[in-house]
């Protein structure tokens, strides 16, 4: 690695983005992109429109998203906004929170592949910290270390940690793991 490389990406590489969401569908439970704003690094406003749902809005959900019937007064149609979005994020590095949330709101997907090139993109920004610190903490106290137990792992396959949506079985309910 550089030590651009090591230090992460460009700043102009780096953007910032956050999307409100209007509820659409049987009794609004649907999310529809509203709003999306894009800030660059240094937190300069590079997107910030209104945008109309492609369904009508039964709910503006105002309390959480700040949207009220008169911001969709100038709301552009989502199919333009979709379009001036992705170009504006392609190639970027994108933060923000529950991104998965305004990427299903953008109807943006990529490959698992894309997904598992950064994730090992960024063990390889750490590796040789991890893999030190890692070594140092499981030999220096082996009587602490735990036995393997595959009841432990279980425990993480419960769907009270899954998300909500993948929680959910055909019928509707919470489902568990079969």
Not at 149 to 172: C, K
Request: charged content about 25%; some cysteine.
């Amino acid at each position: 690695l550089t030590s651009r490389e090591a230090s992460g990406p460009l700043p102009s590489k780096c953007v910032a983005i956050d999307c409100e969401m209007v509820g659409t569908g049987p009794r609004g439970r649907v999310s529809e992109l509203a709003r999306c704003s894009v800030v660059s690094y240094h937190g300069d406003v590079l997107y910030d429109k209104y945008i109309r749902p492609e369904m009508p809005i039964v709910d503006y959900r105002t309390r959480w998203s700040g949207i009220t019937r008169q911001h969709m007064r100038k709301a552009i149609p989502f199919q333009v906004a979709q379009k001036e979005i992705l170009k504006l994020l392609k190639g970027k590095v994108v933060v923000g929170h529950a991104l998965h949330n305004d990427f299903q709101a953008l109807k943006y997907g990529h490959s698992s592949v894309e997904d598992a090139t950064t994730a090992m993109e960024l063990y390889r920004l750490v590796e040789a910290q991890w893999e030190q610190q890692a070594a140092s903490s499981f030999w220096a106290h082996p009587e602490d270390r735990e036995p393997d137990s595959s009841t432990d792992m279980e425990q993480y396959m419960e769907d009270q940690y899954w998300p909500d949506d993948l929680a959910q079985d055909t019928t509707g309910g919470t489902g568990g793991v079969q």
